[in-house]
């Protein structure tokens, strides 16, 4: 029987133009879908991060005062209260020791009135001694009665003494806290045992006056010095200085407008023995008490400049000032450093 043979199929691989393109196309679908993605992600993480900011910023924090403390003003009277009770006890501790004083003087004039008895009764008898006429004896005898009598004169001042209430002095010391000046101030200064009034507001005066010109040569420098005229026994040696700006770098300025002020001052002595003793200072009709005791005490603090060798004559006209109701400032200077002020230092601080 013949069996039938089926036909062989060309078993190669044609290319297909449309199957290409098919590809092409998907291919740039895909890549166009990544880049969608890819840049709403973008967006929603930039919005995120926005968000977190806001969200993480840190509050602001409000600086406290002294005068926030619930427990505040229960302190400032306590504190009050303390200062009133440190100067009761410096008056008494003060009153005490005057007393005490005047005890040990009167024990003083005690011994010496019994030693002036003591001796007048040893040359008693030795005139005794001495006496062998009956002649004599009258003149003895009236030398007696004249000791005697003396003897009776002075137990009649003692008991008077005795008798005599004990005087106090009242010392009005300042508490021991001190404030920053806020009122004008009269400076001395306190050097060798003397006082000398610093005439600064007659200076001040001077250098005012003279700021115009100044200003002219600041225009072209950031400094200039100069010295006052000889006030008293001093002068003034002083500095004004142009304000610099942020861009001011340059060493010669441009001319325009601009802002200056004195920037310090030095007080020179123009002779080595100077103003008064403490004598002649609280003596009346003194240069010293003419300026202090017509001031008024609650526009006006005296402000002393003291070397080391002055501290005790500082304290006596401080305690002179005290009785009178001034405020007192005091800056100690070391040997040899001039009086001397800037814009960077320090207030004076009164009691």
């Known amino acids: 029987m013949f069996r039938r043979r089926r036909p062989v199929k060309d078993e190669s691989t044609h290319f297909s133009f449309d199957s290409f393109l098919d590809l092409v196309t998907n291919v740039v679908g895909i890549i166009i879908r990544l880049i969608l993605v890819t840049w709403v992600g973008a967006r929603s993480y930039h919005a995120s991060m926005e968000w977190l900011n806001v969200e993480t910023s840190t509050p602001e924090v409000r600086e406290l005062k002294p005068s926030d403390d619930p427990l505040h003003a229960q302190l400032q009277q306590t504190k009050n209260e303390l200062d009133d009770a440190k100067t009761k006890l410096l008056e008494r501790l003060k009153g005490l020791d005057l007393t005490d004083a005047k005890a040990k003087d009167v024990e003083a004039q ?11 009764e040893k040359e008693h008898q030795a005139m005794l001694a001495r006496s062998d006429k009956p002649a004599e004896t009258s003149s003895s005898s009236v030398t007696l009665a004249q000791v005697r009598q003396r003897a009776q004169a002075l137990h009649a001042e003692i ?9 106090k002095k009242e010392f009005k010391y300042h508490a021991p806290l001190s404030r920053t000046v806020a009122t004008e101030e009269l400076f001395f200064e306190c050097k060798e045992g003397r006082v000398t009034y610093i005439d600064l507001p007659a200076f001040m005066r001077e250098i005012k006056g003279a700021m115009d010109d100044m200003g002219e040569e ?7 010095e100069r010295r006052t005229s000889p006030v008293g026994p001093y002068r003034l040696r002083f500095a004004v200085e142009r304000e610099r700006g942020v861009l001011d770098a340059a060493p010669t300025p441009a001319p325009g407008s601009f802002r200056f002020g004195m ?5 020179e002595p ?4 100077r103003g008064e003793t403490l004598e002649q200072a609280l003596r009346d009709g003194s240069a010293f008490r003419k300026l202090t005791d017509p001031i008024d005490a609650r526009l006006t603090t005296v402000t002393f400049w003291v070397y080391p ?3 005790e ?3 006596q006209l401080r305690d002179h000032l005290y009785e009178r109701g001034h405020d007192v400032a005091a800056r100690p200077l070391p040997v040899g450093v001039p009086i001397a002020a800037s814009r960077h230092g320090t207030a004076s601080r009164g009691q």
Request: net charge positive; hydrophobic share 45%; proline share 2%.
């Open 110 to 120: 005690l011994a010496l009135f019994v030693e002036c008895r003591r001796g007048l």
């Open 159 to 167: 008991k008077k003494l005795e008798a005599e209430p004990v005087k």
């Open 218 to 224: 600041l225009k072209t420098t950031y400094r200039v």
């Open 263 to 267: 920037s310090e001052w030095v007080v």
């Open 270 to 273: 123009l002779t080595a023995e």
């Open 309 to 311: 060798d002055s501290f």
């Open 313 to 315: 004559a500082f304290r």
